[in-house]
């Protein structure tokens, strides 16, 4: 909690310029992230490449959002392994937030790469956590009543059976 309080009570101003410093150390490290996505995923160096690039982008140009700050968890599947994580994650975290990223269980290693990057840029510890896991770690999250905002990032398939575990929760899942 106090990590939070730290980040949440700093200026709009001071958080966008960290994750602008992420976003500058993230292009830095753009070929070691993209051989981390294409390892995992299998794609091309182009398309892992490309995707290190836009999440750059996502993290200087976070798009604003309306919400409180509090926790936010943010799970993806295989399929949208990071730009889409990335893209949540800095809307959050501009608005005061912290984040646990929950990847997938197939494809974790720029995520957590990222979080460690994150930590070495200046953001506090607490602020960007990663939550290794399967659908137990998933049941877990949707158990803990503090955390009410929970997003996925990934196709609709994985969407409905994770909308599934919400719902059994009495919680909604959004995109």
């Known amino acids: 909690e106090p990590a939070r309080l730290e980040w949440s009570d700093r200026r709009i101003v001071d958080r966008s310029a960290l994750l602008g410093s992420l976003a500058d150390a993230l292009s830095g490290y753009a070929e070691h992230f993209a051989g981390l996505l294409g390892e995992e995923t299998g794609w091309t160096a182009a398309q892992a490449t490309a ?43 501009l608005a005061g937030s912290t984040v646990i990223l929950k990847p997938s269980p197939h ?15 200046g953001f506090p510890a607490g602020v960007i956590n990663v939550l290794h896991g399967d659908l137990e770690v998933i049941e877990a ?20 059976r994770i909308a599934a575990i919400a719902a059994g929760h009495g919680k909604t899942l959004s995109d």
């Not at 919400?67 to 809307?91: E, K, M, T, Y």
């Not at 494809?107 to 840029?121: D, I, K, N, Y």
């Not at 949707?142 to 969407?159: K, N, T, V, Y």
Request: overall charge negative; proline content about 8%.
């Open 51 to 93: 995707e290190i690039a836009s999440a750059g982008d996502a993290l200087r140009s976070p798009a604003p959002i309306d919400a409180a700050n509090g926790v936010i968890a943010i799970l993806c599947d295989r399929h949208q392994p990071f730009l889409a994580v990335v893209r949540l994650a800095a809307s959050w975290l």
């Open 107 to 121: 494809v974790p290693s720029a995520l957590f790469a990222l979080a460690e990057l994150a930590t070495r840029c």
């Open 141 to 160: 999250l949707f158990a803990i009543d503090s955390l009410p905002h929970l997003r996925f990032a990934g196709e609709p398939a994985a969407a409905a």
